[in-house]
């Protein structure tokens, strides 16, 4: 089946920063998680595969259409929950329905009204006096209500706390049980990500490092402990080492190698996450 | 999409509006009744136009209204279109609410004010208005609001300054062109705004080329 966003070999400068040969594509029906420390290039990315950035070069199709030339006709059909609020804060929500109704061709203002009421949101409660996390989920439901058929989250979660975070990562579980609907999410939370992606894309420093199967990179990746006097032997198998004062830390794809190697034993837990991409970039020049 | 944007501009505006309704109905009643007052009219509903469109600007991007738009199911062109549609509409309004009192009262007032002589003032103030814009628009698409904001601000006044600069400088020559009737002829007005009109089209495709490349 298509991809409904595939990208491939983009570019783009700005300033000092580039992105260098972005690729991914995201299968219909799934959840992505695009991760990477901040400046790494996700927002960026996320710009030019919505048409609000040119790429210098490479490939966007959002459902098999060139992102550059169909802006419009993507856009309304994918929906967005965005960093901050991007609604006027002088609306009240009844009203950001009613306006976003205008712009969108299956805007069905009767689902409006039930997301509403399925998220606690106060339709004639002016936008300036919600709070973080009842404008991230009055987007989400902005976004349902026009039959999104792809939802492209920036830091949806970031600011907020425990409990709405963990509301807002049900509601996004319960969006995909739709399975025409896709999810991009882009985060630094991994946490959230081993909740409810199928994907993971790592980009640091404007690259992709890897977009994969988010069990498979978890069952491909392990985290290894061990004493000083073990490191010698395990170096070469290790991708990035944190040395401390009583041994290392380190991340290793090679298992099996890890384990038959002589000497003291080393501690092979699973990885997280979190620790592939903190080893893969941080510690990777230790290598 | 342009008319839902230009609705969703004047959403944005309403509570301004009124007030701004209120403002320009005070201001008209104190005019002097001279000659002067298709002049000050002008340059008074091209500071309304330009507050109610400085403001329209200023409050989306205070609000990342300006990232709203830009991901709605809008074209580029669309929302420049948008954009100097809201500028014409309003120019026009404006002009309305300056002159359609003093044509209210017109006929009734000791020195009675030809209907002519009203609608010429319509049409400077409506044109000195659309004139003023269609500089700076393509400034606002391309560099935004925060960056043009020395612009907005001193566009206000802006006509003020050229006319003080014009009337010391070519004092002489434009008595003698009022002397001619150039100001107070109907067909001068209507060039007027026919020149104003034409300007905003070019301005119009200026700011297109100019928004379409820019990186949001």
Not at chain 2, 179 to 204: E, K, N, Y
Request: hydrophobic share 50%; charged share 20%.
């Amino acid at each position: 089946m298509e991809p409904i966003l595939s990208l491939s070999g983009v570019c783009k400068r700005l300033g000092e920063f580039a992105l260098e040969d972005v690729g991914f594509s995201l299968p219909r029906g799934s959840i992505m998680g695009f991760v990477g420390p901040n400046g790494a290039g996700k927002t960026t990315t996320l710009k030019i595969l919505l048409g609000l950035v040119r790429k210098d070069a490479g490939e966007v199709k959002v459902f098999g259409l060139d992102a550059e030339s169909h802006g419009p006709q993507i856009r309304d059909r994918i929906g967005f929950v965005w960093d901050e609020n991007v609604f006027y804060e002088d609306f009240r929500v009844r009203e950001i329905g009613t306006l976003l109704g205008r712009f969108y061709s299956a805007w069905d203002d009767g689902e409006f009204r039930r997301r509403l009421s399925q998220f606690e949101l106060p339709a004639d409660r002016k936008v300036k006096d919600l709070s973080r996390g009842m404008k991230a989920k009055l987007a989400l439901a902005a976004s349902l209500s026009h039959g999104a058929e792809l939802i492209v989250m920036d830091e949806p979660t970031s600011g907020l706390d425990p409990i709405f975070r963990a509301e807002m990562l049900d509601i996004v579980a319960q969006v995909i049980s739709d399975e025409r609907r896709s999810v991009l999410f882009s985060t630094h939370i991994t946490s959230d990500l081993e909740k409810i992606a199928d994907y993971v894309t790592f980009i640091h420093r404007g690259r992709i490092v890897f977009s994969q199967v988010k069990d498979d990179l978890l069952a491909s990746y392990v985290r290894v402990k061990g004493g000083v006097e073990g490191l010698a032997a395990a170096r070469p198998h290790l991708l990035g080492v944190r040395e401390h004062e009583f041994g290392f830390e380190a991340l290793s794809t090679e298992r099996e190698a890890l384990r038959r190697l002589s000497g003291p034993p080393l501690a092979l837990e699973r990885a997280s996450i979190d620790d592939i991409l903190v080893y893969s970039t941080k510690y990777a020049r230790a290598k | 999409m342009v008319r839902a944007l230009v609705v969703k501009d004047l959403m944005i505006l309403r509570h301004r509006l009124f007030y701004s309704l209120i403002l320009v109905a005070l201001a008209v009643a104190p005019m002097p009744h001279e000659g002067k007052r298709g002049l000050l009219g002008a340059l008074f509903t091209h500071m309304v136009v330009t507050a109610f469109l400085t403001q329209a600007a200023l409050l989306e991007e205070q609000s990342r209204g300006h990232v709203l738009v830009s991901l709605l199911p809008v074209g580029r062109r669309d929302v420049v279109q948008a954009r100097y549609l809201l500028l014409g509409g309003l120019a026009a309004a404006t002009a309305t609410l300056y002159t359609g009192p003093i044509a209210a009262i017109a006929p009734f007032v000791p020195a009675p004010i030809p209907a002519s002589t009203v609608l010429l003032w319509w049409l400077w103030a409506a044109t000195l208005t659309m004139l003023m814009w269609s500089i700076s628009l393509p400034v606002v698409f391309r560099w935004g609001v925060t960056r043009s904001q020395i612009l907005l601000n001193s566009l206000m006044f802006i006509p003020f300054l050229v006319l003080m600069l014009l009337s010391r400088w070519f004092g002489a020559g434009i008595q003698s062109l009022a002397r001619q009737g150039l100001f107070s002829s109907l067909p001068a007005g209507l060039g007027g705004l026919a020149v104003a009109v034409i300007l905003a089209w070019v301005s119009s495709v200026v700011s297109t080329r100019l928004y379409t490349r820019r990186d949001l």
